[in-house]
């Protein structure tokens, strides 16, 4: 495995990264442990606090510098990088004002004695994280398990491994003691190692169904808990009394944000047969109106894809959509005036659902519009998919848009926005699209150990 940034905006080796030997796997794993010996019974939350504190503000003194580094790993859009430096620094706000409440013990009632809960570390995490937010991704579980007494082992994408370095040398700036967040440049036979030795006690991904697929089998066979945050297919409800204008405002940030590369962006509109049409056209205007190009120019709108393996495998299931009926709306041509790994923005129309494509995900510029008659198959079709991560639902009648919120498989539904994160909402799915949640106060609870202590009546 080859960990190296390859710029796809200019297709350029910028760096290359030796992996890391076993010795190295093995220092990281005695060093992080000798840190939740430390740490377990709740000792130096303050000192902790203080170095996510000082986290935070080195994201912010550093973003531009920061969103840099991601743009060249992966293409992002500096601004939308910037963004992201951004949200990361908020964790680091949230769960430092957070952290005592959370931790703090519980008690419980009963009538046979006195009975609290501790919440207590649990042990060393092996983390495995995408690409697609290089700095986000590993914030997200990273800072609350820190403040919590977790250590982690860090394996991210070998696709953006400057970003997941820069990541940790900020750690270790900050002031945490080492072995906090060690990242390595490891193969997938070191994670089943690391997964293996008994000083982990947990196992979070971020990543597709095959990478989580592989890694909670390696927890499930040495019984390590584990999270999986994977990928989706999420539906885009419009109801019948959406507000056009208010709706297309939003189908930039629902679809191409991130070049379309976001587990959560709305891939596929389910819209009713009075607005289909218009729909149609919007999304069009919105597609056709991007400028692609440098990554780093805050004038462009849509970045090049990650890598050119990604593109390659998002334009095989356009052909397969098309091979099997569907119709291609808008887009599907090369982009032949620009060298990096660029998608031009597509829309599909009449995907039946026996098309092979119907329940894969598109992780890429690349829309699928479907059309409903009546309220009940547009809810019916939203639910017809094996993954069920978030959703949206779109319509002014807020208390209708609610109640069909209720009846969408998801782990997350935003009405009238397309998707967000912010630090004190839970993220997270159901169905193939994974289990556990991270953000919020579940995320933070999801490797505590909820120590119970109990003294019966005498
Ligand atoms: P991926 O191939 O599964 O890779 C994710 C991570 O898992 C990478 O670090 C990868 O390492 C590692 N990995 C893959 N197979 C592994 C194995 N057998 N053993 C150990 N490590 C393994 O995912 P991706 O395609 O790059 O990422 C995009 C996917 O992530 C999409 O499906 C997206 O929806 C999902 N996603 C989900 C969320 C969420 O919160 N639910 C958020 C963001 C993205 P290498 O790079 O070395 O292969």
């Known amino acids: 495995m080859a960990y190296q940034t390859v710029n796809p905006y200019t297709n350029e080796i910028e760096k290359k990264y030796d992996n890391s030997t076993d010795q190295e796997v093995e220092a990281a794993l005695g060093s992080a442990h000798q840190l939740y010996l430390r740490w377990r019974s709740g000792a130096e939350l303050d000192e902790r606090k203080q170095i996510i504190t000082k986290l935070g503000s080195l994201l912010r003194q550093n973003k531009t510098k920061y969103a840099t580094i991601m743009t060249h790993d992966m293409g992002k859009l500096i601004g939308e990088a910037e963004g992201e430096v951004e949200l990361c620094a908020s964790f680091c ?3 430092v004002k957070k952290a005592d409440e959370f931790l703090a013990p519980r008690p419980l009632y009963t009538e046979a004695g006195s009975a609290y809960l501790l919440r207590q570390a649990s042990g060393v995490l092996m983390a495995v994280e995408p690409w697609n937010f290089p700095f986000y991704q590993i914030a997200r579980v990273f800072i609350p398990n820190f403040l919590v007494g977790n250590p982690m082992i860090l394996k991210d994408a070998s696709n953006c491994p400057t970003s997941a370095q820069a990541f940790a040398d900020a ?9 906090s967040l060690t990242n390595l440049f490891i193969d997938y036979d070191q994670v089943g190692k690391i997964i293996a030795d008994p000083r982990v006690q947990g196992v979070c991904l971020t990543g597709s169904e095959r990478g989580g697929q592989a890694v909670a089998t ?10 999986m945050e994977l990928g989706g297919n999420d539906a885009f409800l419009v109801l019948p009394d959406a507000d056009i204008d208010k709706l297309e405002q939003v189908i930039f940030s629902a679809r ?3 070049a379309g590369q976001v587990c959560t962006s709305s891939k596929r509109f389910i819209v009713p047969d009075n607005l289909y049409d218009e729909l149609l056209k919007r999304a069009r205007k919105v597609f056709s109106s991007v400028k692609m190009g440098d990554p780093l120019d805050r004038s462009t709108t849509l970045a090049p894809m990650n890598s050119q393996r990604a593109k390659e495998k998002l334009q095989k299931q356009v052909d397969m959509a098309v091979a099997h009926g569907a119709k291609v709306y808008y887009g599907n041509k090369p982009v032949d005036d620009q060298e990096g790994q660029f998608f031009m923005p597509t ?3 009449d995907i039946d659902q026996d098309n092979p494509i119907f329940d894969q995900e598109m992780f890429g510029p690349v829309l699928s519009v479907y059309r409903y008659h009546e309220l009940p198959e547009g809810i019916a079709l939203a639910n017809n998919s094996s993954y069920g991560l978030g959703s949206t639902v779109f319509g002014e009648d807020v208390a209708q848009a609610r109640q069909v919120a209720s009846q969408i498989e998801a782990g997350m539904t935003w009405i009238n926005s397309g998707w967000a994160s912010l630090p004190e909402l839970p993220f997270g799915g159901v169905k193939h699209s994974g289990y556990g949640r991270e953000l919020a106060d579940l995320g933070f609870g999801e490797f505590i150990n909820e120590h119970l202590v109990y003294e019966p009546l005498k």
């Open 218 to 227: 390696e927890a499930a066979a040495h019984l390590k808990k584990n999270t």
């Open 171 to 179: 750690v270790a700036q900050a002031g945490a003691p080492a072995g």
């Open 347 to 349: 829309i599909l129309t």
């Open 256 to 258: 191409l944000y991130n």
């Open 93 to 95: 706000d949230y769960y």
